[in-house]
């Protein structure tokens, strides 16, 4: 039978009696844990001030104990001190019960609980005088730190002694909680405020009545101010905000994405500006947030977003006629040099695709390749497109596509249809690198190399129409592209690029049969390679067959069938037998080797295939593949 549990009291007392000991062992010192001791302290001194006053009331001492029960300060009246002193109570002496015998600081620290011991419950004789009221000091995380005790004389007993130490622990705990908490709030502070520091944003927080709260390092960088000396003061003080932001800041409205003119102390600086009211919970405003960043930065931003990257090469461009090869060749050396090009061809003919080539093989190749369709853009909008506008307060800024182009390329097509005063305005960009918005005067440095395209330039410029000394410049360098129908079997070799591609897309083998082939060779293609593509798009989206014949083509294209022998023309041939050879790999290869399903693929009967494979030497890895 288990016997009822004694008493906490009791129990030690049983346990010191095990121990052997002595109730006439006289006070023995205990280790002080100094880092426990400073801090408990520092808490204990400002946080039970309270219960510091109580105990100079006549017969009261306050005690604080580290978590190994030694005593690491005692303070009260002098009468009981005087009476501790004696007795042999002070800094430095241990209550842990293995020395002091039964105590209510020991207690409370092994029980985790406040306890009250008084006369003979002390198992010592020399603590039996007194009467202790203990409560344990408890962490944020519920670790007991010490312990706190009111000493009287123990025929002094005061009744409220266990309930002040119990309150004096419980607002120590309080503060210990509050301090961690002040802890954690400081530590995501810094690190909120190191995170705002790296990242290339700057930021300013205005206060409600305009002052400069908090601003990030990467303020200084961007609008060369120094931030030690700008924080707290008056924002228009340190650098006057632009129309837009103070409106916004005064308003308390909210201003997106803005780009304006900061005057700073290195000259005028576009900066691409955000701003954000921030209200409390009970919607009381506390100031503005300011994001900022350099206009430059995001151009550059912009430019890999919307792709202003050319993406066609050398190796893209089809094309072995003389009349190419001649063009290339004069392309390649353009790529070569630094100036502005100039590309002559009819609608369609690919002087796009050499543009870009140009651009990749060139050593601006890094920077962006900015396109503008001058004849898509009304006049009036192409001043604003071309350079840009100054912000001001009735308009937000914005920038042009030859500052776009900064470090790249700009391609213009149909420069014919810029203004007289537009041309003026290009060529002083040009030549001076440096581009002046709409509406402005800052001059905003360039490097841009022009690629453009325009129709009858030199008869504009006899008709007075077209800037002599900018066509002089653009026509240093000249490439002539030629039409499709003077490109001879270049024809061929893009029609069956350009089927392989669809082929490829739609994923079914298809290949023009050699009276497609002859048509597309005779037809004159006024719209060049365009037209071409254009054609063979429509033609595979209008039939599932596999291999197309001339009555698959447009009516008007078809026409054109020349009665051409196979043998008579061999690039016609040739040109066939690739398309034929690569629609058959495909289709044994989407027919996963199976050559009865390939053939129906094809059209063909399976003896047919077999037979053609054999002719093309198409070898069993191939087909794997
Ligand atoms: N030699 C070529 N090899 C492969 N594709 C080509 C070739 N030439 C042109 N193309 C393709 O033909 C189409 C028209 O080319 P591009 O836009 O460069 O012509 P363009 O001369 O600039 O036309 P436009 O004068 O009408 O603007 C594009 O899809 C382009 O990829």
Known sequence: MALPSLPPIQRSWMRC????????????TGPVNIAAWS??????????????????????????????ATIIDVAGDSTILSLAQQSGIGYGISLLEEVAGTNAVDLALREALPYQTSGDEHYCNWLQPFSLAAAPIFSPDGRALGALAILTRAEMQHPYALGMVIAAAQALHNQLRAERLLNEANDQLSELYATLDSINEGLIFVGPNGEIRRLSRRVASILDINVRSAAGRPLVSVIPPPPAISTALQELTTLD?????????????????????????????????????????????VQQVVGARATFTF????????????????????AAGRGPVLLRGEGGVGKEIFAQAIHNASNRAGGPFVRVACAAIPRQLLDSELFGVESSEHQAGRPGKLELAHGGVLYLEAIDALSFDQQTNLLRAIEMGRVIRSGGKRPIPIDVRLIVTG?????????????????ARLSAFTIDIPPLRRRGDDVLLLANHMVQRLSEQLGRPIALAPDALAALHSYPWPGNVRELEVVLEQTVQTTAKSVLTVHDLPPAIARHTTPLAMADNPRLAEAHALSERDAIVRAVR????????????????????????TRYQISRDELRA
Do not use: N
Not at 42 to 48: D, E, G, N
Not at 56 to 61: I, N, R, S, T, Y
Not at 262 to 287: E, F, H, K
Not at 592 to 610: D, E, H, K, V, Y
């Open 39 to 68: 801090h408990l302290q520092t808490l204990a001194r400002s946080s039970i001030e309270d219960l510091y006053q109580l105990s100079e009331h006549p017969g009261f001492a306050v005690v604080i104990c580290d978590e190994q």
């Open 257 to 301: 994405e803005q780009e304006v003119i900061w005057q700073t102390r290195s000259g005028p600086q576009a900066v691409m500006c955000s701003v954000r009211p921030v209200w409390d919970r009970s919607r009381r405003y506390l100031g503005s947030v300011i994001t900022l960043r350099p206009a430059e930065s995001v151009r550059q931003l």
């Open 17 to 28: 009696q095990a121990r052997g000991l002595d109730p006439a062992t006289p006070p023995q």
């Open 315 to 334: 190796r893209d461009i089809i094309g072995q006629s003389e009349a190419m090869r001649q063009a290339l060749r004069q392309a390649r050396l353009a």
């Open 590 to 613: 989407s027919a996963g080797g199976r050559l009865s399903r390939a053939a129906t693929l094809l059209g063909i009967s399976r003896a047919t295939l077999w037979r053609k494979i």
């Open 455 to 471: 129709h009858d330039l030199e008869q504009l410029v006899q008709e007075g129409r077209f800037r002599a000394d900018l066509y």
